[in-house]
């Protein structure tokens, strides 16, 4: 007649009631004591909200001074420091569930690469930024230092990229070709650079002469003549 019904286990005003104090930890609390239990129903929930899977749920546990065990496929904790009673998870907090467990670690794992992509980027974006900016000075630096001698010419020196990013071929790509642009700027500027290498054995030296009027060495191979 009043529209009211009996709570059911499993349905919405079950989770939140299980969720609630007993009338025995309010007791407690209104003497200004923190119920065991409730120290236990919080441990329980911080820990679901840090681990990834069942084994770190229980090493957590187990770290922090909580006993866990199975009994009849439920999980039951045990204050260490209290272990006269063991309180089952699912009753201590029913959205503690296996089903609601599960939810959780997935979201953690989810949670926890989805965070790792970021610092992947974020470290990628901020090393190719550095090493644009030591290149760009690199070619300030090597303007105002023409005419120095080849030997006394100092080459681009860029960061090791950190370990997460080293392998990532955009950064290979890009650290390749400051290099290379630094070294081809340096030999153009510098002075006393050398024109012709030795002869070597499977071949002779040749000069070519680049369209800034700078001789760069160039191998040549003797061909095998056509019988």
Known sequence: EWGLQQVEEGVQNSKV????????????ESRGVRSYKTNLRELCRIAAQ???????????????????QFRRGRMYVTDTDNA??????????????????????????????????DRVETLRAEYLSGIRDAYL?????????????LSMFPKLKLHRP????AGDPEVRRTILAYWRGADELRVKLASDVPYARRQ?????TTSA???????????????????
């Open 17 to 28: 009631h299980a969720k609630q104090p007993s009338k025995i930890e309010k007791e407690i």
């Open 50 to 68: 840090r681990a990834a899977n069942l084994v770190e749920y229980r090493e957590l546990l187990e770290g922090w001074g909580v006993d866990t």
């Open 84 to 117: 006269r009673y063991s309180f089952s998870v699912t009753k201590l907090d029913a959205s503690l569930n296996p089903e609601g467990l599960e939810r959780a670690f997935r979201n953690n794992t989810a949670g926890s690469s989805a965070n790792g992509t």
């Open 137 to 149: 000075a690199y070619r300030r630096q090597a303007q105002s230092m023409e005419g120095t001698t």
């Open 162 to 165: 950190p370990e997460e990013i």
């Open 200 to 204: 070597e054995k499977h071949g002779e």
């Open 209 to 227: 002469t680049t369209s800034a009027g700078r001789s760069i060495p160039r191998e040549t191979h003797d061909r095998k003549q056509e019988r």
